[in-house]
Structures are given as C-alpha cells and as structure tokens.
T-cell receptor, first 114, second 120 residues
Framework: DSGVTQTPKHLITATGQRVTLRCSPRSGDLSVYWYQQSLDQGLQFLIQYYNGEERAKGNILERFSAQQFPDLHSELNLSSLELGDSALYFCASSVDLETGGEQYFGPGTRLTVT | AQTVTQSQPEMSVQEAETVTLSCTYD???????LFWYKQPPSRQMILVIRQEAYKQQNATENRFSVNFQKAAKSFSLKISDSQLGDTAMYFCAFMKHAVNYGGSQGNLIFGKGTKLSVKP
C-alpha cells in the first residue's frame, strides 16, 4: 500500500459525459501528478500540482482539467468523454519539488467510456 | 524532448535464472534520474530501482541491479534469481533534473514497457 488513495476504482460512463477522479496523496506529500495509461499511448504524464498550484503540464487535452485543494487532495475532471479516453488514470505523490524523488502511485481509476 | 525506448515487448525467464531488460533514452540533459517501475497484474506501479545520472556507480536493490552507461544512454535492469512474483510489466522511466528548485518539473517519461514472465 503506497498511501495514495484514488476513487473510484472503476468508472463506466457514456460518450459525451463528464467525470471526476479523486486522489488523496500520502500524508505530508505536497506534490501530486496525474498519469494516463492506455493501450495505444502507454503511460503519459498529464499534469502536476504542488501545494495547490499547477507546476507542469504534459499531454493533457483541453477537455481535461485538474485542481489541488487546500487539504492537498486533487481532482481530475474529464469532460465530453470519447471512446479513446478509456484508460487507467494514476495519481502519484511526492514529498516536495525535490527532483529525482520517489513518486508513490495510487492504485488507479479504470475509466471505461462506452 | 526526452524519449525512452524499451525494445523488448516481451521476455520470459525460468525461475531462479537471471534476466536483463533493456532501456535506452534520448536526452540533451546532463543531469537527470532514471527509474525502473514494476506493474504486476494488480496494476499497482511499484518503484524497483533508481539511478542518479551524476553517479557512476550502478544502483542495486537486493536481486535487482542496473547497468547504467551514460555515454551510450543505456539503462538496463538485471534481475537475479528470478521469482514467480517478478512476473509483471517493467517500465523504464526518465526524469530530468530541474534547473531551479522553484521550477521543478518532476514528471516521469515512461517507455512502452517489457512484459516479463517468470516460468516455474
């Protein structure tokens, strides 16, 4: 158990819908990362937050957005869902902005868009 | 942009034997970090081993060791005395070192993975 929690574990929804994925980092970790794992794209970095502020953006679609709240939990919002958005979405956390530090991954949320 | 390449989509090894997984990367950075992550059937991402590019000594963690060749931009993982529990996808990952602390971008760039099967 990494100490990072993600809810829900599974999500099935229809095209065009909007969903919210939730992540609670390890106690004391200020930095949160979101990754998408799909069959065709592999594991891709989406976005990073540190202590409530956006720090880095990767291949995140405009239909996707995220935020980190004062209690440090983070939410990833996916809207106008398409079949291609079906994937495993991971949240990871690390203590601070120290580079090279270990990122602790949550168990992931499996999103299926039908 | 940095890229990570794992040229072996699948590999298999007999229990108790040794196997080496290959990884190459492309970067113009001089300071960076390299990782191997394991993803068993449970889908949990687990850090196996970490290497700092400025360190010449290869990292080791129990049965896991790396062969880091900076000039060749190669970072292979050796698993000794393979166990059934080592069956998993293995991902090589790159993280660049931030120029300044405030601008840290610690995101990982992953390879496509190698599926390792350990056979009894």
């Amino acid at each position: 158990d990494s100490g990072v929690t993600q809810t829900p574990k599974h999500l099935i929804t229809a095209t065009g819908q909007r969903v919210t994925l939730r992540c609670s980092p390890r106690s004391g970790d200020l930095s949160v990362y979101w990754y998408q794992q799909s069959l065709d794209q592999g594991l891709q970095f989406l976005i990073q937050y540190y202590n409530g502020e956006e720090r880095a953006k990767g291949n995140i679609l405009e239909r996707f957005s995220a935020q980190q709240f004062p209690d440090l939990h983070s939410e990833l919002n996916l809207s106008s869902l398409e079949l291609g958005d079906s994937a495993l979405y991971f949240c990871a956390s690390s203590v601070d902005l120290e580079t090279g530090g270990e990122q602790y991954f949550g168990p992931g949320t499996r999103l299926t868009v039908t | 942009a940095q890229t990570v390449t794992q040229s072996q989509p699948e590999m298999s090894v007999q229990e108790a034997e040794t196997v080496t997984l290959s990884c190459t990367y492309d970067t113009s950075e001089n300071n960076y970090y390299l990782f191997w992550y394991k993803q068993p059937p449970s889908r949990q991402m687990i850090l196996v081993i970490r290497q700092e590019a400025y360190k010449q000594q290869n990292a080791t963690e129990n049965r896991f060791s790396v062969n880091f060749q900076k000039a060749a931009k190669s970072f292979s993982l050796k698993i000794s005395d393979s166990q059934l529990g080592d069956t998993a996808m293995y991902f090589c990952a790159f993280m660049k070192h931030a120029v300044n602390y405030g601008g840290s971008q610690g995101n990982l760039i992953f390879g496509k993975g190698t599926k390792l099967s350990v056979k009894p």
